[in-house]
């Protein structure tokens, strides 16, 4: 199982990221497929969760409204939208299935919200 995130970088507040995040070793389509992160002190907060029979989506409440998971099936990648970004988004992104054991993470990407 290999998890690559990409996309992260340094972005000024109200500004727009678009994470990706290539899987093989599993088919993300046959997974409920999620989006976490963690900020500097903090413990892994999970962000956003696509299902993967209804296609319904789900967020934290601190995001809802301006982030955006999705899934091209045929890259076996996932990605996630993130708009308005604000200073407390600040963190190291990561994807995975939504339910544990993880038997491995990827590097994250990291995502910088500052002026």
């Known amino acids: 199982v290999q998890l690559v995130e990409s996309g992260g970088g340094l972005v000024q507040p109200g500004g727009s990221l678009r994470l990706s995040c290539s899987v093989s070793?599993?088919?993300?389509?046959?997974?409920?497929m999620s989006w976490f992160r963690q900020a500097p002190g903090k413990g892994r907060q999970l962000v956003a969760t696509m299902f993967r029979t209804s296609r319904i989506t789900d967020y934290g409440e601190s995001v809802k409204g301006r982030f955006t998971i999705s899934t091209d099936n045929g890259k076996n990648t996932v990605y996630l939208q993130m708009n308005n970004l604000k200073p407390e988004d600040t963190a190291v992104y990561f994807c995975?299935?939504?339910?544990?054991?993880?038997?491995?993470w990827g590097q994250g990407t990291q995502v910088t919200v500052s002026s």
């Open positions: 995975n299935r939504r339910w544990g054991p993880y038997s491995t």
């Open positions: 070793g599993f088919t993300i389509s046959n997974n409920d």
